[in-house]
């Protein structure tokens, strides 16, 4: 079936260091990608999202291309801050007639001053 | 734009009695509004999905009689939990959307039953 694997945390870095969270998906026909961030004690908010092979989505200095040849969608970040410190998932979606988002396990990041 | 609440945002209840939980989209009219539990350090997991006016959508595993949805309108959809049991303590986040590629989620329900 459809699903989503991310990289397990937690994730610790220090800050301005670069950050990669992998995230790998299977799926029947062509998903839509995702990643949400949930900040501590909030919901989930949509940080960025590509909807065909090759597109990059890019939000708050966070990026992310879907690649459909290696059913990949990696989260990447070239200098993190504080204030990054959350839990993200990879997430997919738009497939068959449903609305329907399937998650990833989430990765908590945790960024040191 | 793409507001979504939820209401109450943390709510403690004692063993047996039933709790509502509301879930608005502020600024849009959402087609379809999900319902999702999240266990601590877990993934997000959906309990069911709603549409306006029509009978909600559960999934594998989940009681339709012990979660019960009613979403009375493109703004508007209310999860309750009967007879609270502590095992139900949980997250309770909702989602609302309006195509297939965007969900826009609320801020989460923190329930524990004592």
């Known amino acids: 079936g459809d699903s989503v694997t991310q990289m397990e945390g937690p994730v610790t870095l220090s800050e301005e260091a670069f950050l990669t969270i992998n995230c790998t998906y299977t799926?029947?026909?062509?998903?839509?990608l995702f990643w949400y961030v949930q900040y501590p004690g909030e919901g989930l908010q949509l940080l960025l999202k590509?909807?065909?092979?090759?597109d990059k989505g890019s939000n708050k200095g966070f990026e992310a291309t879907y690649r459909k040849e290696t059913t990949s969608f990696h989260l990447e970040k070239g200098s993190v801050q504080v204030s990054d410190s959350a839990v993200y998932f990879c997430?997919?979606?738009?497939?068959?007639?449903?609305?329907?988002?399937?998650f990833g396990k989430g990765t908590r990041l945790h960024i040191l001053p | 734009g793409a507001v979504v609440s939820q209401h109450p945002s943390r709510v403690i209840c004692k063993s047996g009695t039933s709790v509502k939980i509301e879930c608005r989209s502020l600024?849009?009219?959402?087609?379809?509004m999900f319902w999702y539990r999240q266990f601590p350090k877990q993934s997000l997991m959906l309990m069911a999905t709603?549409?306006?006016?029509?009978?909600?959508?559960?999934e594998q595993g989940v009681e339709k009689d012990k979660f019960l949805i009613n979403h009375a309108s493109l703004t508007l959809s209310t999860l309750t939990v009967t007879s609270a049991h502590p095992e139900d303590s949980s997250f309770y986040i909702c989602?609302?959307?309006?195509?297939?590629?965007?969900?826009?989620f609320g801020p989460g329900t923190r329930l524990l039953v004592l």
């Open positions: 989602s609302a959307s309006t195509d297939k590629e965007t969900q826009y």
């Open positions: 799926a029947t026909g062509y998903p839509s």
């Open positions: 590509a909807t065909k092979a090759d």
């Open positions: 997430a997919l979606g738009g497939l068959n007639r449903d609305d329907k988002i399937i």
């Open positions: 600024d849009f009219q959402a087609t379809t």
């Open positions: 709603s549409n306006e006016g029509s009978k909600a959508t559960y």
